[in-house]
């Protein structure tokens, strides 16, 4: 029912900025935890920051805390991920995630987008 895409990857040189869009369909979107995550090649899926379902209060990994801001703008159903800082070791492909039940989505999200890729050159 629920429909994630993102938008704003590329290339960027260290301690550029980037800010990565991620565009819901197909329900209420503030009824739903946001967030993001992001795999590099040949490691795991790891997060890295969201927005609660209820309170809308954001939370972020520690790799990224200070670096990275996340947001949510209901009216137009997306939600931006601002990263600034970058340094080559956030270089990954940077998914959107979404779910209507947990109030976060640190765990396992109920939806994906198709991922968006960053690359942090030194």
């Known amino acids: 029912q629920v429909q994630l895409v993102e938008s704003g990857g590329g290339l960027v040189q260290a301690g550029g900025s980037l800010r990565l869009s991620c565009a819901a369909s197909?329900?209420?979107?503030?009824?739903?935890?946001m967030g993001w995550f992001r795999q590099a090649p040949g490691k795991e899926r790891e997060f890295v920051g969201g927005i609660s379902r209820s309170a809308g209060m954001t939370y972020y990994a520690d790799s990224v805390k200070g670096r990275f801001t996340i947001s949510r703008a209901n009216a137009k159903n997306t939600v931006y991920l601002q990263m600034n800082s970058l340094k080559p070791e956030d270089t990954a492909v940077y998914f959107c995630?979404?779910?209507?039940?947990?109030?976060?989505?640190?765990?396992?999200?109920?939806?994906w987008g198709q991922g968006t890729q960053v690359t942090v050159s030194s």
């Open positions: 197909g329900r209420t979107f503030s009824s739903y935890a």
């Open positions: 995630a979404a779910d209507p039940v947990r109030e976060t989505v640190t765990s396992t999200p109920e939806y």
